[in-house]
């Protein structure tokens, strides 16, 4: 299982959101390739780079920190936040990113999502931030009338990267992941998922892993390794089997 530790970037600084209100915010750092550099020299695998003012504006606001990153650091990423056009997503590809996580736009357009999948394929993922099942957009401040199961069955053979699926009420929570959402998501599609939401400790990686064999490629982790609660490089050694 793959950690992905996560660089959320909000007027050029890392932080973390509360439950994902841009009024509850934890600032950590001021440069966000100074964070990228150190969660590669810990071993991260890859690295989750999201413009927290895009998400919200429906503009990038912070491209070029994360095409900084993408060019300067030797781990792949992936990136999302105020992705709404092709020349968006070409942008970011361009630059080096990995992996664009689209969200807001591909939940009532598919038109464009099909666009995209048919220029990057797998280079796509999408972004699944539910709220009392119901499926999330601007940057989570505003909830859809689309119930996160029909959606996703709407994703089957798409040939998308992965879903990340993040319940938002857990969101820099630290109360543990959403263990038995995430099991009946993977139990209703063939789609790789990526969790987000809650983790606080080693353990809650250990639980998550027991689903790895249902599909789950990984999980995010943000707030508990800036808070000192997971130590990200032991996270590595037990994701990957070797504790």
């Known amino acids: 299982m793959i950690i992905f530790p996560a660089i959320d970037i909000k007027d050029g600084k890392v932080v973390r959101l509360f439950q994902g209100k841009f009024d509850e915010v934890t ?7 100074v964070v990228a550099q150190k969660w590669q020299q810990q071993g991260a695998q890859w690295l989750h780079v999201v413009d927290l003012d ?52 591909v939940i009532s357009d598919r038109e ?75 139990s209703m599609t063939n789609i790789p998922i990526i969790a987000s939401g809650g983790v606080a400790s080693i353990e809650d990686l250990r639980k998550l892993m027991d689903l790895e064999p ?8 943000g707030k508990a390794i800036y808070e000192g609660r997971v130590n990200l490089e032991e996270a590595i050694r037990v994701c990957l089997r070797k504790e």
């Open 27 to 33: 600032e950590y750092s001021g440069d966000p390739l």
């Open 54 to 105: 895009g998400a919200r504006t429906g503009t990038m606001q912070n491209r070029d920190a994360i095409i900084e990153i993408a060019k300067k650091v030797s781990v792949p990423i992936q990136a999302g936040g105020g992705i709404r056009s092709r020349e968006d997503v070409q942008r970011l590809i361009d630059g080096g990113v990995k992996r664009v996580i689209l969200g807001t736009r």
């Open 112 to 186: 464009f999502l099909l666009g995209v999948l048919g220029l990057w394929k797998k280079k796509i993922a999408i972004s699944l931030d539910c709220s009392q099942g119901f499926v999330a957009r601007h940057g989570w401040t505003e909830s859809s009338n689309v119930r996160a199961v029909d959606f996703v069955k709407g994703l089957e053979g798409l040939n998308i990267a992965c879903l990340i699926y993040t319940d938002i009420a857990r969101d820099g929570m630290l109360t543990g992941p959403d263990v038995l959402g995430l099991r009946g998501l993977l």
């Open 214 to 221: 249902e599909g789950l490629l990984g999980v995010i982790v």
